[in-house]
Nanobody
């Protein structure tokens, strides 16, 4: 099982980024997928999750209305569109696979993250 996140970078406050997560070694459409982040000196924070069977999505309060998670099972890719970014969104972002089809089961696997820095 491998998950590779990419798309991070430096962006000004109010800007946008789209993160990608390419999954391999398993069938993407059998599992819920999360994005979580970790800022320096802070605890890990779940950002978003998408179910595999009904595509229901769930968001942290801190990002709801600004971030959108989506999946393309044909290309084994999960996306996180991030709009109206704020300095407090600065963190390393990771994608993770859950143990089952529905969100809420925790992170069974995750890969290396991608750094997002929001600064003027």
């Amino acid at each position: 099982v491998q998950l590779q996140a990419s798309g991070g970078g430096l962006v000004q406050p109010g800007g946008s980024l789209r993160l990608s997560c390419i999954a391999s070694g398993f069938t993407l459409d059998y599992y819920a997928i999360d994005w979580f982040r970790q800022a320096p000196g802070k605890e890990r924070e779940g950002v978003a999750c998408i179910n595999s069977d009904d595509d229901n999505t769930y968001y942290a309060v801190s990002v709801k209305g600004r971030f959108t998670i989506s999946r393309d099972n044909d290309t084994n890719t999960v996306y996180l569109q991030m709009n109206n970014l704020k300095p407090e969104d600065t963190a390393v972002y990771y994608c993770a696979r859950e143990p089952d089809r529905n969100c809420g089961g925790g992170y069974a696997y995750w890969g290396q993250g991608t750094l997002v820095t929001v600064s003027s």
